[in-house]
């Protein structure tokens, strides 16, 4: 080491004497505050999986109705609650438009002589052509009585199939069912006394009826209600329906709570003071009662629904601005900003809230489901929608007819508002930590 303290000063030359030397310039692109937001919102994979479930959603909410060719409002008598048959899962036996029935009676004998159990055929009733035998029994009971039980599954779509008698229809109806295609043979006209009036008995081919080429073009996606209407279409226009319902709420109670909570946090004292008991009186009163006078008051449609759920949903943001505002108010960037003259709505809207964005964010993108959710439940209670249709209406028709009986009414709205809860909350956490400004940069 010694060697190295005592070196010659001729060993050593100035270099770059006649160069001047500048900054270098980045060969990257600088990376601003949303781009970095977004690179990091695409590193949290389930995020962007809550974001495409939603993307997905949407688009369905827009285009689903009109894709099964099937009106949202369109009835039809003669294919009530009809179970769902999806053409791709049919053939692996799920959703093949069959119903299932379990210890069935389908025949009831007397007899003075003993009957022991047996395999015997069984009589060939009309419905046995629809029907698929799962098993066979016999159970022999008191006083010389046998009852046939079995159980079996039904296949709805091949039974409504079928050819049927309509009797006493009118000419005009009669026109419009030949014009269809619909009738099957020569009509039977029936003599009246006023022979300008006729009917006709005539046998109808109920696919060509209601406008199905073929068997294989028979089917309901989702099934149908008790009206005949397609589940499928009716499912999705709910889903638009109660995604306005809450894209409105949400909306509202942002631009709301966003600025009551700015002002009463920014300026504090008397202010804050007077603001907040305001907010704890409105907040005091029972959302409920809230819905039912509101309901009451201007009737059961979309427009009062959202109305009352906006009444007091902006409170909770209201509360979190103002906590982020007495938060960042005091920090160093803002009292250097103050120091220099900057307006109160700068530092309100420059310094202070880009800082609270991710939480504000996160916070309306959770009002949307929290509004879908609250729609259902008060559709439950008899509060909902008098007039369209909506997840929560779709919910409780189906609550009402029979969630045993005809499951299906249930479960298909009841999957969509489950996958919107679980994406909305997938995306806003997601979208919380790719706005935090603290975040900024990290890996």
Known sequence: MNEYKHIDASKFEFVQMDTKIFDK???????????????????????????????????????????????????????EQMPAKIPLLSKLGIADGTRKYKQQNVEFIKSIDEIDPSDEDYKNYFFIECITWQSKERIVIQDNREITVVDFKYDEYKYHSLPYVSNWISDSEYQNL??????????????????????????????????????????????????????????????????????????VTITVGVIYGSISGYYGGTVDLVMQRFAEILSGIPWIAIMTLVVLYLGANLFSIALALVLTSWIGTSNMVRSQFYRYKGREYVLAARTLGARDSRLIFKHILPNALGPI?????LIIPSAIFSESMISYLGLGISKGVSIGKLLADGQAIGITMYPYLTVFPAIIISLLMISFNLFGNGLRDALNPSLRGAE
């Open 178 to 251: 030949k014009a269809k295609g619909a009738v099957i043979g020569d009509p039977i006209k029936i003599n009246t006394t006023y022979e300008d009036f006729p009917q006709y008995v005539v046998l109808v081919d109920p696919l060509k009826e209601y406008g199905f080429p073929s068997m294989d073009d028979f089917y309901f996606l989702f099934g149908t209600d008790q009206l005949g209407r397609d589940m499928w279409s009716r499912v999705w226009a709910g889903t638009r329906v109660s995604l306005l319902i809450g894209l409105f709420v949400a909306l």
């Open 25 to 79: 310039k980045f060969e990257t692109k600088a990376i601003g505050y949303f781009g970095d937001a977004v690179r990091r919102f695409v590193r949290n994979k389930s995020s962007v999986m809550g974001f495409v479930i939603l993307v997905l959603i949407i688009i369905m909410a827009i285009i689903g109705p009109y894709i099964g060719g099937h009106g949202i409002h369109q009835q039809r008598q003669r294919f």
């Open 361 to 365: 964010v996160t916070s309306s993108v």
